[in-house]
């Protein structure tokens, strides 16, 4: 694999989660863009056995690359030769009976203890915001085994609570909460993933575990309203490669749309990394 030189800050994420995708696992990917793409480009480099569902319940497809713009899901190229096409609610079966080892999701918030927000912002009721809401989120964080969450690295995504839970985590953060609440035991979340960071969970609690190695701990401190718990020792992450932005850029997001450089780009001076914001 060779280092890349110039790429976006979500390029980084995905191809993050990428390197996260493991052969003979089962990932639920919530709708098109960011998750499955991510999903993708791991089982075409490194996991081929892995498989996945998409949030609409198509079973183990065979893609047809490249994607076509804006039509990466509920699309003939996307559901090629799948081994069943069902619904939502078939998806959710398999994840009920504990068939899908992962669920990989993106949101507007996350909490310390792993909640998800995809609905509204504000205070629900008395004013806010509506967005568009979960749809299968909500079933593939209460019951994959482990969830996988991508989002950006802002202040505003990383809140003390949620305005809204759409999809739980681990509910107050207290032992048995989900299972409380009627979910399945063992589930819950396991990662979140941004173009700066990679967090893990200890006792229900975020914990920064890992960053990229142009952006400080304090920096990605700087971009949480909850601060989480840091591990005695923060790994560094490697940078795309070539090869990773190859495939995204030729066979999945081939117009840009998800990996574009909303939050800047990174770029090799030739002795470090270094950080150019948009705009």
């Known amino acids: 694999m060779t280092r890349a030189e110039a790429f976006s800050d979500r390029e980084v994420a995905m191809c993050t989660v990428g390197r996260l995708i493991e052969d003979g696992k089962t990932y639920w ?8 793409y991510s999903v993708l480009l791991g089982k075409k ?3 081929p056995d892995a498989q996945y569902v998409t949030e609409d319940g198509v079973i183990a497809p065979i893609p047809m690359l ?4 804006m039509m990466s899901m509920v699309a003939s190229r996307a559901t090629y030769k799948a081994l069943s096409w069902g619904t939502m609610n078939t998806a959710g079966y398999f994840a009920q009976l504990g068939f899908m080892d992962y669920g990989i999701l993106n949101t507007l918030q996350v909490d310390k203890h792993g909640n998800i927000n995809s609905t509204f912002l504000g205070e629900y009721g008395h004013g806010g915001r509506r967005m568009h809401g979960p749809g299968g989120a909500d079933t593939i964080a209460a019951c994959c085994w482990r969830t996988i969450l991508i989002t950006d690295q802002e202040k505003r995504k990383f ?6 839970i759409s999809s739980p985590g ?12 009627g979910l ?15 967090y893990d969970y200890q006792d229900r609690r975020l914990r920064l575990m890992a960053r990229v190695p142009w952006v400080t701990v304090e920096q990605i401190l700087d971009e949480t309203e909850c601060k989480p718990l840091v591990a005695a020792e923060v ?15 030729t066979e999945l997001d081939v117009r840009g749309q998800t990996s574009d450089a909303a939050g800047g780009w990174i770029i090799w001076d030739g002795e470090q990394y270094t950080r150019q914001a948009a705009g």
């Open 29 to 36: 990917a919530a709708g098109g863009g960011t998750p499955l």
């Open 66 to 69: 490249p994607f076509e713009p």
């Open 159 to 164: 809140v003390e609570k949620v305005d809204f």
């Open 235 to 249: 790994q560094v992450l490697e940078p795309p490669t070539e090869e990773e932005l190859q495939l995204l850029r």
């Open 184 to 198: 399945p035991r063992g589930t819950g979340p396991w990662r979140v993933v941004t173009p700066w960071a990679m």
């Open 45 to 47: 480099l490194y996991a």
């Open 170 to 181: 681990f509910l107050d953060g207290s032992e048995g909460a989900r299972e409380r609440a």
